[in-house]
């Protein structure tokens, strides 16, 4: 079984910058892909994920702002947020997919002035 573990939200100003990190444990080895998520106040939305080779897909509304990455020695995935609007704030959530697909508890980002 895989757990994930985020880290790194918190309140920030319009325009500013946040990194989360999403730190996996367990069986490892087993992930194919891993992905950011938010939710804010309806349904879950995908924001960027990143597979086992290295490929990236990001959601319209941050790309250009938002840089998925990973650290393989670490077992952890990032998520650079720059230039930060109102419109990100949510509960960010890391995903995993293995023999199943596995969630952490999720982060909450703010941004407000």
């Known amino acids: 079984q895989v757990q994930l573990v985020e880290s790194g939200g918190g309140l920030v100003q319009p325009g500013g910058s946040l990194r989360l990190s999403c730190a996996a444990s367990?069986?490892?080895?087993?992930?194919?892909?891993m992905g950011w998520y938010r939710q804010a106040p309806k349904q879950r939305e995908l924001v960027a994920t990143i597979t086992r080779c290295g490929s990236t897909n990001y959601a319209d509304s941050v790309k250009g702002r938002f840089t998925i990455s990973r650290d393989n020695a670490k077992n952890t995935m990032y998520l650079q947020m720059n230039r930060l609007k109102p419109e990100d704030t949510a509960v960010y959530y890391c995903?995993?997919?293995?023999?199943?697909?596995?969630w952490g508890q999720g982060t909450q980002v703010t941004v407000s002035s």
């Open positions: 367990g069986n490892i080895f087993t992930i194919t892909a």
């Open positions: 995903n995993a997919v293995s023999t199943s697909i596995i």
